[in-house]
């Protein structure tokens, strides 16, 4: 089976998931929480209708750019604008819904965040 797209969603009491494939939804606390619940969901539909069960590593996970920053409120919006060299009003637009980004802009922001992420991931503490 290819990778089931789910949607996640910010909700006043936490977070929201749905499978555009399936009709399939549910909630959470946090991320980890919803991908659990999610594929327990999804795999008990896929039982009733004789398809493969699913692990996580077969969901891929979409967030829309403002529940991104919604749900990942740690991230600078100022700083990575002027890490991708973007200009940061342009962003902040994005992020409270005003404007959609083109396909390329959406692209090279999350390029600039997977970048800090792989920085943020190599770093040690001397102790």
């Given amino acids: 089976m290819r990778k089931v797209k789910i ?5 006043k009491t936490g977070f929201a998931v749905y499978a555009t494939k399936f009709p399939v939804a549910t909630t959470g606390k ?3 929480e919803l991908k659990q619940h999610i594929v327990g969901a999804l795999n008990l539909y896929f039982a009733h209708n004789g398809i493969k ?6 969901l891929r996970v979409v967030i829309e750019l403002p529940q991104f ?5 740690i991230i600078n919006a100022k700083a990575l604008s002027e890490r991708i060299g973007m200009n940061q009003s342009l962003l902040a637009q994005y992020i409270k819904g005003h ?6 802009q959406a ?3 999350l390029e600039g965040i997977h970048q800090t992420a792989k920085e943020l991931a190599a770093i040690k503490f001397q102790l």
């Fill in 7 to 11: 949607i996640v969603k910010r909700t």
């Fill in 69 to 73: 920053f919604k749900f990942y409120k």
């Fill in 53 to 58: 069960l699913i692990t996580e590593d077969d």
């Fill in 30 to 32: 946090n991320l980890p």
């Fill in 107 to 109: 692209q090279r922001i």
């Fill in 99 to 104: 404007k959609t980004p083109s396909p390329m």
